[in-house]
């Protein structure tokens, strides 16, 4: 018979210990809530990825996945609600070394803050803007979103949504973002390859992580905690290059997953500084050659 | 490639000598969007800033302009935005953030008629009220208010000053009259013009607190990517900038952001006069009104009557002392504003009941001519 080994007082410490503000702990998701998990995925990406993380900062907006900036040992701000971009704009103009993540829900970026994410998309804005897409408001108590599937039940739409949600991988494709990829927090090792991708890409780069929400959302729409996920793995259809017009989320026919925009155009600061500030791009050259 | 000061004399406008203030206090962003009568100011800071190495933007609206010039502060940049009255509303929002987590900037508003789209190219003085409790919950804020293109000049230096060592934005209340007046601006020599900039942390970065209060009762502020692991949000939050919901937090929280305004106004509230130290019937003013009530002043004086001007620059936070001083030895107060009596009002409650308090003003659209603000002088009292 095996000994039971005695469990040492110290607990073992996590792998990305050194990227979370233990101090922080417990969070505040849910049980069954895929957040933690794209966080986790952000956070293994951005140590993967190489980039110097004291220049990296994390931005959120308001809401369930804008609390991620709150757990995150790295420069973050948790700003209002569907602001993160712009305030993200701000610090990367003022300066430009900034690696900067936006880390924010689909109600915060794309229904509030949908102008933002749009005109940054247009500007080629040189960020990674995750959007962990839960098909509802989960902080308020399970709301319609921008993303709420046409008739879903939520606490404003008893009856079903009557409304169509955002196909968001389009609209970010037709908004010029250099880099399109959308993934469940199921597929972790895709999930984590792209966002790695898109920190390491220069440019507006947007990455959709589809993740469950139990407690507001799935409870309203007849789904028990795994059922989310069940659909996750049953109706996953890795395309990449898939057309995006093509991936309205559709939970009986398939939902397309991949890498659907990988493209280079030239970012604000680039054209800012070829156009208004020539002189620091040949300070830029100089730098580079000594 | 031009300086950041232009030293010289020149005939400018004040939306002009605004922008040229806002480069001379070492402003290196600009987040903007048009509208009339403010967009002078963007259009000088586009030209402008790149040529001192700084950073113009025009954003979709301006709820993400208030947002940029926030992220721009924290990524250790002076950094301002101008708008008028419906801009003002939408940067209500992220104003409220930058006095949550104590992001120095500035922000222009050229007042114009409201409410709504109201009068856009005819000024008034009608967001004073607005400036001190526009966003939402208790605060304190620093509003100052010009009175001509030169003053614009130099108060646009002084506000950046102020934002830097109080850690707030601060705001610029002027109007469309001045905005838009062209008249002589001299431009000092740089070495000449005092600049403040946030004080910077010290000693250990692993256990720095972005919110405890140093002696004057502000934190020092470090920028992103120094290396501080800063957390910054909007909920209420402990010196360590992590957020807290409880009674007590809210209240320290709440001291460190009133505080450090209530036991510093003698640094801050700047206030001028004109034959005010006889005077028995004190005309309270601010911005373009103080310059028309000055020459109905003059015109009162010549009539026999013993007015003085008391010019409000700093209106937030308000010179009660000041008005409750004067109140115990005058006949009583004139207020004069291009609005339905806003300041009139704090006029009236530092008075405090014991003198009568008039108000000179109407709904917006032109100044206020001296002879209206003379005939109350004459018969009012």
Request: proline share 6%.
């Amino acid at each position: 018979m095996q000994e039971i080994p005695t469990p040492s007082k110290k607990q073992p410490s996590h792998p990305l210990d050194d990227l979370i503000r233990t101090d922080r702990l417990p969070h505040i998701w849910c049980p069954g809530c895929g957040i933690g998990t794209v966080f986790s995925a952000c956070l293994t990406a951005l140590k993967v990825s190489g980039i110097n993380l004291r220049k990296t900062v994390m931005v959120s907006g308001i809401g369930c996945s804008g609390r991620a900036a709150g757990y995150v040992k790295l420069d973050s701000f948790h700003t209002t609600h569907g602001r993160a971009i712009p305030f993200a704009t701000g610090l990367k103009l003022a300066n430009p070394e900034l690696n900067i993540v936006v880390f924010s829900g689909d109600g915060d970026l794309f229904a509030i803050g949908g102008n933002h994410f749009i005109h940054a998309a247009r500007r080629n804005m040189d960020m990674t803007v995750i959007c962990v897409n839960n098909l509802n408001y989960g902080m308020t108590g399970g709301q319609v979103a921008a993303t709420t599937p046409h008739l879903a039940k939520s606490t404003t739409t008893p009856v079903g949504n009557p409304e169509t949600p955002f196909n968001l991988p389009l609209m970010a494709y037709a908004c010029g973002a250099t880099y399109v990829a959308r993934w469940t927090m199921l597929h972790i090792r895709d999930l984590t390859d792209s966002i790695t991708e898109a920190i390491c890409k220069k440019g507006f780069s947007f990455i959709e992580a589809l993740s469950p929400c139990p407690v507001n959302y799935g409870r309203r729409n007849k789904q028990k905690p795994l059922d989310m996920l069940k659909l996750y793995q049953e109706k996953a259809i890795i395309k990449n290059d898939a057309d995006p017009s093509t991936l309205d989320i559709d939970f009986e026919k398939g939902i397309i997953l991949g890498k659907f925009v990988d493209l280079d155009r030239q970012t604000f600061t680039e054209q800012y500084d070829k156009i208004y500030r020539p002189s620091r791009l040949q300070e830029n050259v100089s730098e580079l050659s000594s | 490639m031009k300086p950041a000061v232009l030293t010289g004399e020149y005939f400018m406008t004040g939306d002009v000598a605004c922008a040229e203030g806002a480069l001379a206090a070492g402003c290196r962003f600009f987040g903007g969007y048009p509208i009339t009568p403010a967009t002078e100011i963007a259009e000088r800071m586009a030209i402008r800033l790149p040529h001192v190495d700084g950073c113009f933007i025009q954003m979709e609206d301006e709820i993400a302009a208030m947002a940029t010039i926030l992220g721009a502060s924290w990524g250790g940049v002076k950094s301002m935005t101008a708008t008028s009255g419906p801009g003002f509303s939408l940067m209500m929002e992220n104003i409220g953030l930058g006095i949550c987590t104590e992001t120095p900037c500035v922000v222009v508003n050229v007042q114009r008629g409201g409410p709504s789209t109201g009068l856009p190219t005819h000024g008034a003085q009608s967001d004073m009220m607005q400036a001190r409790w526009g966003s939402h919950g208790d605060y304190e804020i620093i509003a100052m208010a010009p009175s001509s293109p030169q003053e614009i000049f130099y108060l646009t230096i002084t506000a950046f000053n102020l934002s830097e060592k109080y850690r707030l934005p601060v705001l610029i209340m002027t109007d469309e009259i001045i905005g838009h007046m062209s008249e002589k601006v001299i431009i000092p020599e740089a070495k000449l013009i005092k600049t403040v900039s946030r004080p910077k942390p010290k000693g250990r970065k692993d256990h720095f607190k972005p919110f405890a209060p140093g002696p004057n009762g502000v934190a020092p502020m470090p920028a992103a990517g120094e290396g501080y692991n800063l957390h910054i949000t909007g909920l209420t939050h402990d010196e360590k900038g992590y957020p807290v919901m409880a009674v007590e937090t809210q209240a320290e929280m709440m001291a460190r952001i009133t505080e450090k305004i209530q036991r510093n106004l003698d640094d801050i509230i700047r206030t001028d006069s004109f034959l005010l130290d006889d005077a028995e019937i004190v005309v309270v003013s601010y911005g373009i009104s103080a310059r028309t009530s000055m020459a109905a002043v003059a015109e009162a004086r010549k009539l026999g009557i013993k007015a003085g001007l008391l010019r409000l620059v700093t209106i937030w936070p308000f010179p009660e002392d000041q008005i409750r001083t004067l109140a115990d030895r005058v006949k009583g107060f004139v207020t004069v504003e291009i609005n339905l009596g806003q300041i009139h009002r704090e006029v009236e409650r530092c008075a405090g009941g014991k003198v009568p308090v008039f108000l000179v003003g109407h709904p917006g659209g032109t100044i206020i001519h001296p002879d209206s603000v003379v005939k109350v002088l004459k018969e009012a009292f």
